[in-house]
């Protein structure tokens, strides 16, 4: 049996049998040749060595075992090192590394979601600044925007364009080290290599890569030495002029107990909101997922969706999983059938009452001078991104949302709206407070 053909099975079997995070994390980056009927796996580096060596061993031997005579392996080895691209059959030695850069180039990719790219990213009001941003460091790679910060609520997209970052990146500099990680497996590696004594390795592992991509920041809050730790590899990378791309669910001056420092460096490059999606970014998402998915979505049904789901992007595709599982043509009906509880629970979550005193609440009013006929623009403002909002997250008809401003008329409801819609362009406050106010109503 060839050698590639060996590790290509046992590889495939290790990744059938580990949870996926733990098989891309160690078993990825490796490599394996054969050598006079030993099979030689190659790390990276000796603290992915060390661990998969104590970890895995006993698990490739049996996995090459099970493989009989025709493997044609004696034994099995682990070293430092990668294959000879001249020769895939013979391993270099420790420490022959021509080209280390290209190798986890290669390896780092499997870190990266297959779908997160920026063809498949749908550019609405709500990204825009932040997916230009995005496109811009792919293209620029270290020579702005260095960190680039996206942060926002849950759900909204930012794992996906940072990941699109790191593709690009890949896709047109091969010769660059892309990694990708979360603040939480940082953590981990850390508290690992600090119980081996070989932080040094790990630290030195992270300096070495080109694009430093790291998601969920916020997490680093109360740790102080991984915040220490983290802080050094950033400032190397930082003057090697390495690209750093960061994500976070809220802004780095409101991150709980991360360090000044930390705030200042994070936020020291490009940051970029990623905002809830309006009802035709909503739509648009809708159906580039089903065009994905291989389903017919009519825009007709895909608004009909994008009404009554409204927090972020994960619940939308959650909603379209559920709607393309019944296995029919996706109308309406089928829709209500799939998705009936879930609307209901949204209609119950949320009335006209509510948002009218989530919204006079924001503006230092009271719900009742909503409703009262004054038209001072300190009022007459408030009221008006009230009715949009109810109009944007109840299933109301237009008649309905008026009669709960004390008897207004639908018409003075869809002039609100429109009204909103247009200044919500033209001037930053008024899509700032609307924006503040979405998030706290899909919470």
Known sequence: ???????????????????????????????????DGVLVVLAPNTYVLDWVSKSYRNQIAGIVEGMGADSGVDRIEFEVGELDARSPAAPLKAGRRDTPRRRH????????????????????????????????????????????????????????????????????????????????RFVNDMVEALKRGSMGEMTNGYREVGVLLIDD??????????QEEFFHVFNSLQESGSQIVLTSDRYPSEIEGLEERLKSR??????????????????????????????????????????RIRSNVRELEGALHRVIANGTPVTRETVDDALGDLFARRVRQLSVEEIQKVVATYYNLKRSDLLAP???????????????????????????????????????????????????????????DCANLIRRLSK
């Open 105 to 184: 180039s290669r390896y780092s990719g499997s870190d990266l979601n297959p779908g997160y790219n920026f063809d498949s990213f749908v550019v609405g009001k709500n990204n825009r600044i932040a997916a230009a941003a995005a496109r811009h460091v792919a293209e620029a790679h270290g020579e702005s925007y260095s960190p680039l910060l996206l942060y926002g609520d849950v759900g909204l997209g930012k794992t996906h364009l940072m990941q699109a970052v790191g593709k690009e990146i890949m896709l047109r500099r091969p010769d660059v080290m892309v990694r990708y990680l979360t603040s939480h």
């Open 374 to 432: 004054r038209r001072t623009r300190t009022v007459a403002r408030p009221r008006q991104i009230a009715m949009y909002l109810a109009r944007e997250f109840t299933n109301h008809s237009l008649l309905e949302i008026g009669t709960q401003f004390n008897g207004r008329d639908h018409s003075t409801v869809l002039h609100a709206c429109r009204r909103v819609a247009d200044l919500r362009k033209e001037f930053a406050d008024v899509d700032e």
């Open 217 to 226: 920041i916020q997490f680093f809050g109360e740790k102080m030495r991984s």
């Open 266 to 307: 994070f936020a020291g490059g490009m940051t970029a909101e990623m905002g809830h999606p309006d009802i035709e970014t909503r739509a648009a998402i809708l159906c580039k997922k089903a065009e994905h998915s291989g389903v017919s979505l009519s825009k007709d049904v895909a608004f009909y969706v994008a009404e």
């Open 1 to 35: 049996m060839e050698p590639a053909h060996v590790w290509s099975e046992c590889s495939a079997r290790l990744q059938d049998e580990l949870p996926s995070e733990e098989f891309t994390s160690w078993i990825g980056p490796l490599q394996a040749g054969l050598r």
